[in-house]
């Protein structure tokens, strides 16, 4: 649990306190990480280096702002820094889809039966860019405009991704709810 004891033990900077903050907040930090990273080791990297901003702004959090949310933020703008810098390398990752018109109530249903776990591995199938905006919009709940401003993009592109990364996943969805329903037959 995370005390103003501790955040207290954090600012003088004693490594025990650091290293609780960080068992801590691992979990949380990293799920933020592995939204919008493809592999595991490159999510740990960009968590580490947010964890690392985290410990060395902690003097200067307001009271008043809580913390979890605080921290959130500094690693979620940290993905988005580690994304503008490797934008280039990331453009190259493309995903080529056929985006067909799905059986909604199929791609709804089959939704509320998958776990986290395997939406994540669903959300790592989306190009880059129209990834990070969707976590941006759909998770983290920051509005077109502050995800234009923070990627440099247009609001109407920030939509665009938005839209693209939703019609990549109920295809993606549709395909296996409709493999869940033909295995489920089959046995």
């Given at each position: 649990m995370i005390t103003d004891a501790l955040i207290a033990r954090c600012i003088r900077r004693d490594p025990k306190a650091q290293h609780e903050?960080?068992?801590?907040?691992?979990?949380?930090?990293?799920?933020?990480?592995?939204?919008?990273?493809?592999?595991?080791?490159?999510?740990?990297?960009?968590?580490?280096?947010?964890f690392l901003k985290i410990l060395e702004r902690i003097g200067t959090r307001r009271?008043?702002?809580?913390?979890?949310?605080w921290a959130r933020r500094i690693v979620?703008?940290?993905?988005?820094d580690s994304f503008r810098r490797n934008k280039e390398r990331k453009a190259?990752?493309?995903?080529?889809?056929t985006i067909d018109d799905a059986d909604h109530r199929e791609v709804n249903g089959y939704l509320n039966h998958m776990e986290a776990e395997a939406f994540a591995d669903l959300l790592q199938r989306l190009p880059p860019m129209s990834r990070n905006v969707f976590n941006l919009f759909a998770i983290d709940g920051y509005a077109h405009?502050?995800?234009a401003e923070l990627l440099g993009i247009s609001e109407g592109t920030s939509k665009w991704h938005v839209s693209h990364a939703r019609s990549i996943l109920q295809q993606a969805i549709a395909t296996l709810a409709g493999s869940r329903t033909i295995n489920a037959s089959i046995r």
């Open positions: 903050l960080y068992t801590a907040m691992y979990p949380k930090l990293m799920a933020i990480c592995c939204r919008y990273e493809r592999n595991r080791q490159d999510a740990a990297a960009t968590m580490n280096m947010g009271p008043e702002v809580p913390f979890e949310p979620i703008n940290t993905v988005i190259q990752e493309t995903m080529d889809v405009a502050e995800i």
